[in-house]
């Protein structure tokens, strides 16, 4: 049986550069080996017979592996198919009627409880803690307040150990969706403070098509997801033996080589201050806040998002103007409204996220094409202003 | 870029070599193809693109291979493309089919008589039947139907049972546990005839028998990746367009697959699915041939050597590869412990760690006594005439000896 291929993925000779991390990253070859020990066992892991305990098996070293990272006891974590399946379930299983959630959330979160009460952010997409105070404590009912750990389009980060603690204060529970920080921040579920944790797999270097919601405490959920009883009863399915294997081993890689990070930090700084070098007028959307080290949220005013990405991507430079669920959407980010940005930098915004594997050359040629894409908008416009 | 950690891949090899137990349980999984993989692999690792990235090569390369997956799998069906959505099973298939219908029939009533009432078989798999459960706790009703002793629905019993306000009909197309095939065209026929929804969990026939959702009426079909040699974790909702058929989600979100189901699409195992799809399309109505002659085979073999042997299930009308015996008078968990070399099970994987009699077998009429010494073989495309062979031995000695020590020793000769 064939193996998942280890090697770095084909970028073909470097005359492209990935820069699209946020929307999902190449397989670690750790994770690839796991999924490759996996790959041909054919056994149900509900199964009482052989194949079905090795199945078992492997899957309950996932789990273990994964709740260590989050320092919690394996049975609090629940494989589920991905970010957005976690969510859905935090926020409908969690047995809350009263749902808070930050302006700034995922449209996973949203669109999970589009009832919820809006938690507002300041003009660097930062939950006002005093804010968020009055609001849980205006309502006696118990409830969920749901903010996510750091930004998929700008990385800015959550004070998610305040809200926690403003959560917990007044009774109620606090889910985090930690899917953009998890392998680029160190994370544990004690300094989260959450009750519930959102994770996903490809984000981290695992497959697409898994993830986990993991639940740090004694509490009850109501499984989205009804049948076989599988999870103890909190999500329904035959397990994704293959991606399980895989998330775990990316969740330790990425763990194991967080301080890669610290490089990917001096890469994205000197991306945007070449940035500032060349185009006085450029953005960086969220930059006086705390944020991952891979994330740059850019406007270049009066120059359309799409027009950007399009000229990048025929620059073999991939990018991304938004988040890529909603690429196809022509509609404004919800993000980067609820930071008070204007509309004419909301509409010029492109998100840059680099990854472990990202290097000096990737920021060059990002640098080369946004120049030219740059002098060529800003030279059309003078022209079009002398004529 | 990190280090490349040896990992020693080779001890699986050790692991599931001569060591591992022959595989006769493919209704609970199956094994991955080789060429299903092998199409996967690539998507693994260079073409690593979110499909919703639009807006880069990566991206682009990403949603053209899932739409070459979607239209494969439609042709196996005999759907458009656009009718499909991926899920991350036939769980989360049938799931979405029945509370997605049911939400939608709520939230947008039509005129005149509401339609609040499902109707499904005692039979069902339980996410089905824990589906409809759910649904009753939120207000709805569910009508529970007995099957015949074939385990097939009673097509009169099923009209009788179908009133203004039924919504949905739930029938699974082939029994996961028994192989029964049901009367798919002429449900759907009585379905469209009253206005109610067809929706059919065809986890264990898709690839396996030939399906039409336009020949049989189908408005809903789920379909999941690991029963048919394809990845575990992906799945398909056939949702028909004409008459369109409205569901509600169940996670929403990004807002992909036409707002059905939100969620990053993932791209190597849609891919699997879909080649797993065409190579069943391909080789379908010769591998059926093979494996009926193989559970024939076993079948016969087996009745041989195994007095009071007792096939449970419409003998005729049932998945090729399909098999579920009653041996009398031997408790199903005793006769495969004495079968270490075999991979078969009592009937579902989801509760075949229960120590219940399967709910399946008690509703075709078993008693208890009966329902606890029911085994399930599921032969697939690795099974090889040697070990149906081996397996009709290994099960007729292990018959013979608790029989023995028993002291109910029957005619059964003990193989050499």
Known sequence: MGEIARGRPGVSARTETYLDWNATTPLRPEAAAAMSEVLARCGNPSSVHRWGRAARQAIEQARFTVAALLDTPAEGVVFVSGGTEANHLALLGSGRDRVLVSAVEHDSVLRAAPEAERISVDCDGVVVLDTLDRLVAADPRPALVSVMLANNETGVVQPVAAIGAIARTHGALFHCDAVQAAGKITLDARTIGADFVTLSAHKLGGPPGIGALVVTGELELTPLLHGGGQERGRRAGTENLVGIAGFAAAAVAATEEIAVYDRVRALRDALESGLAAIAPDAVVLGAAAPRLPNTAAIAMPGVAAETQVIALDLDGVMVSAGAACSSGKVGPSHVLEAMGVGPDLVGSTIRVSLGWDSSEADVAHFLRAWTRLYRRCRGSSLGARAA | ?416
């Open chain 2, 1 to 416: 870029m990190s280090s490349v950690t040896a990992a020693p891949a080779r001890r699986s090899e050790a692991y599931l070599g001569n060591a591992m137990p022959i595989y006769l349980d493919n209704q609970s999984s199956t094994r991955l193809d080789p060429r299903v993989l092998e199409a996967m692999l690539p998507y693994f690792t260079e073409q690593y693109g979110n499909p919703h990235s639009a807006s880069h090569a990566y991206g682009r390369m990403a949603a053209e291979a899932i739409e070459q997956a979607r239209s494969e799998i439609a042709a196996l069906i005999h759907a458009d493309p656009r009718e499909l959505a991926f899920t991350s099973g036939a769980t989360e298939a049938n799931n979405l089919a029945i509370k997605g219908a049911a939400h939608f029939a709520r939230l947008y009533p039509q005129s005149g008589q509401p339609r609040d009432q499902i109707v499904t078989l005692t039979t069902e798999h339980k996410c089905v039947l824990e589906s409809c459960l759910r649904l009753e706790r939120e207000g709805f009703r569910v009508i529970y139907l007995p099957v015949e002793p074939s385990g097939r629905v009673s097509l009169d019993r099923l009209a009788e049972a179908l009133s203004e306000r039924t919504l949905l009909v739930s029938v699974m197309a082939a029994h996961n546990e028994i192989g029964v095939i049901q009367p798919l065209a002429e449900i759907g026929a009585l379905c469209r005839s009253k206005g109610v929804l067809f929706h059919s969990d065809a986890a264990q026939a898709v690839g396996k028998i030939a399906l039409d959702v336009e020949e049989m009426q189908i408005d809903l079909l789920s379909i999941s990746g690991h029963k048919v040699y394809g990845p575990k974790g992906v799945g398909v909702l056939y949702v028909r367009r004409r008459p369109r058929v409205r569901l509600l989600p169940l996670i929403d979100g990004g807002g992909q697959e036409r707002g059905l189901r939100s969620g990053t699409l993932p791209t190597p195992l849609c891919v699997g699915i879909g080649r797993a799809a065409a190579i069943a399309a391909t080789e379908m109505t010769d591998e059926a041939g093979r494996l009926r002659r193989l559970r024939d085979r076993l079948q016969a073999g087996l009745a041989r050597r195994i007095p009071g042997l007792r096939l449970n299930g419409d003998a005729e009308r049932r998945l090729p590869g399909s098999l579920n015996f009653c041996f009398p008078g031997l408790a199903a968990m005793k006769l495969i412990e004495a079968c270490p070399a075999l991979a078969i099970s009592t009937g579902s994987a989801c509760t075949s760690a229960s120590v219940e009699p399967s709910y399946v077998l008690r509703a075709l009429g078993l008693s208890e006594a009966d329902a606890n010494s029911g085994i399930r073989i599921g032969l697939g495309r690795f099974t090889t005439p040697a070990e149906v062979d081996f397996a009709i031995d290994a099960l007729a000695a292990a018959a013979t000896q608790l029989r023995a020590e028993a002291g109910m020793a029957g005619e059964g000769r003990a193989p050499i």
